[in-house]
């Protein structure tokens, strides 16, 4: 990882709620992604994570939307989120 990923990192895990940051980590691990995959990953239920990539959206600006496609999770069309440098 660069130097300057690093320092971004940082920054934003002192800017989110634990609970974000953890949503936000697991986003950049695994995106393009669905709720559903996030959940999946972070072995929680799937209204735990909706509000938090909500809040990544709308209040942070840290999460954009990244197509749609078949969530591989649920075999249904999902809407799949990526994380914004």
């Known amino acids: 990882m660069q130097q300057t990923s690093l320092e971004a990192y940082k920054e934003i895990s002192s ?3 634990s609970r974000c940051f953890q ?5 950049r ?3 393009p992604c ?3 995959m ?3 990953r972070m072995n929680l239920p799937i209204n735990c994570i909706t509000g938090r ?3 990544l959206r709308c209040k ?3 999460v954009a939307y990244a197509g749609t496609n078949i969530c591989p999770v ?3 069309k999902a809407m799949f989120w990526r994380t914004i440098n």
């Open 15 to 17: 800017e989110l709620s």
């Open 23 to 27: 949503v936000y980590k697991a986003i």
């Open 29 to 31: 691990e695994i995106e």
């Open 34 to 36: 669905t709720l559903a």
């Open 38 to 40: 996030i959940s999946k």
């Open 53 to 55: 990539v909500f809040e």
């Open 60 to 62: 942070y600006k840290k």
């Open 74 to 76: 649920t075999k249904h």
